[in-house]
């Protein structure tokens, strides 16, 4: 199941693309690595698709890599007593805590967090930003706010708060049910929503135990004031632009994913970009050509992974959207932009020995023009260094370790392959030799450029380069 591409896809799970059928489909059409969204469905529900997986992983002998996304706290609105109400600008209205349906006079807000994170000139956003009001007053229970924008609330409505910074944990008691269920299940990715700071990441990574790598998911504004805290804590990252949108104006996400992503490219993070990269297709078997210039821009940005939500989960066309986005990262990919684009944004690499040969297997790769690089790692490191260079050529990732194997799914330019670590010079060379035969990265006469560890076996020893025929 080799790509001919770099760049991975991320498709998400739903009532869409949940029979053994559809999941294969999406597997054939190009989907990397499979969402299960934790805001929707039950647990056992989840549990059929795990399941679904892991014997689709056996049958292609492939790696698959599963991501469970956390819903997080969800602050909404509370019952109005007469159904929907329309807000007219300039009209002041109060929120307060009481759990009475509202009226025309006050609406409930069952979160006293926001009492407490309130402050004048505070901004409240209801229903994706539909709704704007400004908070004039508030008390310990009470907030009086002018509409600015005006519009229809409703009940249960969602609430963003894109200037304040609201106290309040990312791991809700469902979402640590959840986060344990997953854990059971073997998921492979945990992502956490609504990260604000670093402590965020830390609180969940205690969680998982290393049972999982830790995603952090930025669609806070707050998020982006610690953001090179919270990538160097997190093991991969979410540009999570439908939040992200609401909170912060149109114009200021676009620069913002560029910042997010070359931030990850630097300190060697995975980072997906996603929401509403092909949302036309929820309905339409072909997306726009503006959709199709947004997923072309994530992949010249540099992103390891480009995300489906809504369109491969819940849409009409789950198999043609993946198709579609599998067909633009090759066209992006194969425009010679991309490729000076990459090596551009290239930083220097750290005075370390591990870095020093990584950059080595970059340059010798193109020298030579090998037709791979292969990395032997057991935690997964030594294959993130060779894709923080973008070779042109791919990675093939031998290890071990069936989670790295899994994880590594999501990394750019990575094919990796669960298998034995090897156990002297020539094993290496040869076994690296005989797999990118097999994996159909190398034919013969071509040359590989390797990387290993001595002692074999030995985490984080990235000390050796070979360059093998084939």
């Known amino acids: 199941?080799?790509?001919?591409?770099?760049?991975?896809?991320?498709?998400?799970?739903?009532?869409a693309s949940s029979s053994p059928e559809r999941l294969r489909a999406l597997f054939e059409a190009g989907a990397d690595v499979f969402r299960l969204n934790f805001s929707h469905g039950t647990q056992d529900d989840h549990k059929q698709r795990v399941d679904l997986l892991r014997a689709m992983e056996k049958h292609y002998k492939h790696p698959i890599a599963i991501l469970m996304d956390l819903q997080g706290p969800k602050l909404r609105l509370g019952a109005l007593a007469k159904g929907p109400m329309e807000l007219k600008k300039g009209q002041h209205i109060r929120l307060d805590m009481d759990a009475a349906p509202g009226t025309e006079q006050r609406v409930p807000l069952p979160h006293p967090e926001i009492f407490k994170a309130a402050k004048s000139d505070g901004i409240l956003l209801i229903d994706d930003g539909k709704v704007r009001l400004r908070i004039t007053q508030h008390t310990e229970d009470t907030i009086d706010a002018e509409v600015e924008v005006e519009g229809t609330i409703s009940d249960r409505k969602g609430v963003n708060l894109p200037n304040l910074v609201v106290p309040l944990s990312p791991m809700t008691p469902k979402d640590r049910k959840d986060l344990d269920y997953g854990l059971s299940l073997g998921v492979d990715w945990v992502a956490l929503s609504f990260v604000q700071h670093a402590h965020d990441i830390a609180e969940l990574k205690k969680l998982v135990a290393g049972r999982a790598a830790v995603m952090a998911k930025l669609e806070k504004p707050a998020a982006i004031e610690h953001l090179d805290e919270i990538i160097e804590q997190s093991d991969g990252i979410m540009v999570a632009r439908g939040d992200l949108g609401v909170e912060m104006p149109p114009e200021a996400v676009p620069p913002l994913q560029k910042r997010i992503l070359a931030a990850c490219r630097i300190l060697g993070r995975p980072a997906i970009v996603a929401t509403q990269m092909l949302e036309s297709m929820v309905h339409s078997p072909t997306p726009t050509r503006a959709e199709a210039s947004?997923?072309?821009?994530?992949?010249?940005?540099g992103a390891d992974a480009v995300m489906l939500s809504a369109e491969s989960a819940s849409g009409d066309y789950p198999i043609e959207a993946v198709t579609i986005m599998d067909r633009i990262i090759r066209s992006a990919e194969g425009d010679p932009l991309y490729r000076r684009l990459m090596d551009a944004s290239r930083r220097e690499p750290e005075a370390t020995t591990a870095d020093a040969i990584s950059a080595a297997a970059r340059q010798c790769a193109h020298t030579l023009s090998a037709a791979a690089i292969v990395t032997y790692t057991n935690t997964g490191s030594t294959t993130l260094r060779a894709a923080r260079e973008r070779p042109d050529v791919g990675i093939l990732c031998l290890t071990p370790n069936l989670n790295t194997a899994r994880r590594m799914t999501l990394t750019w330019g990575v094919h990796p392959v669960h298998a034995e670590d090897a156990h002297s010079f020539a094993d290496m060379v040869q076994r690296a030799v005989r797999i990118a035969r097999q994996q159909k990265l190398a034919e013969a006469g071509q040359r590989l450029v390797i990387t290993a560890g001595v002692p074999f076996g030995t985490p984080g020893a990235t000390n050796i380069l070979r360059i093998a025929y084939v």
């Not at 199941?1 to 009532?15: E, N, W, Y």
């Not at 947004?294 to 940005?301: I, L, P, Q």
């Open 1 to 15: 199941m080799r790509r001919a591409r770099f760049t991975k896809i991320v498709a998400t799970l739903g009532p």
């Open 294 to 301: 947004d997923v072309a821009t994530a992949v010249y940005d």
